[in-house]
């Protein structure tokens, strides 16, 4: 069946640098995609979203791009903190339901 | 805004019980609620779709007799584990929406154990 990511690798990056969290997904009909990030024992927590008529948003400290002619989407994450680990899923929208990704842990080391 | 609210976190109980979790948008209105399962160490799967004053829609492979779903108003969708096993042992999120193509805002989670 059709999925969204492959598997779920860990980032370890230096407080400060930037982050970037990629996702590829093989739904060529999805229109909508979300990133979520997800602390240990809670649920997961909206950071930033984008439609597929577009290519890139930006938010506060974050951006989303997205590729749709080779199905990819990542997430950049500029100064990172210690506030920033956790693991982070993208999900596609399809037929109005969230399909998600594996997931990636972000390990932010001082 | 956008907050969703479940409860309880946490349930630990003997198998054969059935459980009930709740899920309430606190400053909003959603049509549409949705039910995830998350073994540990694993991405979201999920589970079925909640609508108001309907019957929800079971993915494939979520027996609907095992977990029933009610979403009798606009801000509350509940979901009943029915004679649990330990195998029902997981992590039940719910989220919630506004409308179609837009965010999901997702509870915190209930913690279901199965002794």
């Known amino acids: 069946g059709e999925s969204v990511g492959l598997h779920l690798p860990t980032l370890s990056v230096q407080e400060g640098d930037n982050s970037i969290i990629n996702c590829a997904y093989s739904n060529s009909a999805s229109d909508y995609f979300i990133w979520y990030k997800q602390e240990s024992g809670k649920g997961p927590q909206f950071i930033i979203d984008i439609r597929s008529n577009m290519d890139k948003r930006q938010g506060q400290r974050v951006t989303v791009l997205l590729n749709k002619t080779v199905k990819h989407l990542s997430l950049q994450i500029a100064a990172t903190q210690p506030g920033d680990s956790a693991v982070y899923f993208c999900?596609?929208?399809?037929?109005?339901?969230?399909?998600f990704g594996a997931g990636t842990r972000l390990a932010v080391h001082p | 805004g956008a907050v969703v609210s479940q409860h309880p976190s946490r349930v630990i109980c003997k198998s054969g019980t059935s459980v009930k979790i709740e899920c309430r948008s606190l400053d909003f209105q959603a049509t549409t609620m949705f039910w995830y399962r998350q073994f540990p160490k694993q991405s979201l799967m999920l589970m079925a779709t909640?609508?108001?004053?309907?019957?929800?829609?079971?993915e494939q492979g979520v027996e609907k007799d095992k977990f029933l779903i009610n979403h009798a108003s606009l801000t509350l969708s509940t979901l009943t584990v029915t004679s649990a096993h330990p195998e029902d042992s997981s992590f039940y999120i719910c989220s919630a929406r506004v409308g179609n193509n837009q965010p999901q805002h997702f509870g915190d989670g209930t913690r279901l154990s199965i002794l």
């Open positions: 999900a596609e929208n399809i037929y109005n339901k969230l399909i």
């Open positions: 909640s609508n108001e004053g309907s019957k929800a829609t079971y």
